[in-house]
C-alpha cells in the first residue's frame, strides 16, 4: 500500500552569505546585518549548517534507556567564499591585515603568537520560490581554519566557524518568513 504524503517545500538553490565582526549583547535587525558591506560575495560549493548534540542517556538495571537528554549542542557553519578579498579572512582567523598604500601591497599576516579568535556574525539567507526568505543565524568563530585551493578552476575559500554563546540565550537560529496563506493554515490547524 502506497501513501501519499502531504506536499512540503522542497528547497532548492544557494544562499547569500554575510559576516562580520561582531561585539554586541543583542542580534541586529536584518536590516543591519544583510548589507553589501557585511556580504562576502559570491560562494562555491553552497552552505552547510552542522547539528550535533551530545546525548546522556539513562539507563535502568535492565540496561533499557528510560530518560535522555541533550547535555551540550555544537552548530557550526561551513561554505566556500569565491570573492577574493583579503581583508574578510581576518574573519576566519588570527591573521593581521595591513596596507601598505606607498608600496601598493595588501598583507595578511599570520604571527604564530596565538590570540584570541574574533566572535564573527554569521548570517545565510535563501530566497524560497515564494519570494520568502529562510534565514540562518549564528555568532561563531573560526578557529577550525580555512583552505585555499589554487587550481583550474576558481579559487575558494573553503571555512567552517563553529558557534560561540555570545548573546544569552542564543547559539543559533532559523527564521522562515511565512506568506498570508502560510499564516492561515497555521491558525486553521
Known amino acids: 500500500m ?69 547535555t551540550k549542542e555544537e552548530i557550526s557553519a561551513k561554505t566556500g567564499i569565491m570573492s577574493w578579498d583579503m581583508e574578510k579572512l581576518t574573519l576566519l582567523s588570527t591573521a593581521e591585515y ?10 595578511l599576516l599570520f604571527t604564530g603568537n596565538g590570540k584570541a579568535l574574533k566572535s564573527v556574525m554569521v548570517r545565510a539567507v535563501h530566497i524560497k520560490d515564494n519570494g520568502k526568505k529562510l534565514r540562518f543565524t549564528m555568532i561563531g ?7 585555499i585551493a589554487f587550481e583550474n578552476k576558481e579559487v575558494t575559500v573553503d571555512a567552517e566557524l563553529s558557534a560561540v554563546k555570545k548573546v544569552e540565550g542564543f547559539l543559533a537560529s532559523f527564521e522562515e518568513e511565512l506568506t498570508e496563506e502560510e499564516v492561515a493554515e497555521i491558525v486553521a490547524a
Open 2 to 70: 502506497l501513501f501519499e504524503a502531504e506536499a512540503k517545500d522542497i528547497l532548492v538553490g544557494a544562499c547569500d552569505v554575510f559576516m562580520f565582526q561582531f561585539s554586541g549583547t543583542e542580534i541586529p535587525e536584518d536590516s543591519v546585518i544583510e548589507t553589501a558591506e557585511h556580504s562576502v560575495g559570491h560562494c562555491s560549493s553552497g552552505f552547510t549548517v552542522n547539528y550535533k548534540p551530545t546525548k546522556y542517556e539513562v539507563s535502568n538495571h535492565h540496561g533499557n534507556v528510560v530518560k535522555s537528554f541533550v
Open 98 to 107: 595591513t596596507v601598505d598604500k606607498e608600496k601598493k601591497l595588501k598583507k
Open 141 to 147: 568563530q573560526g578557529g577550525s581554519g580555512f583552505a
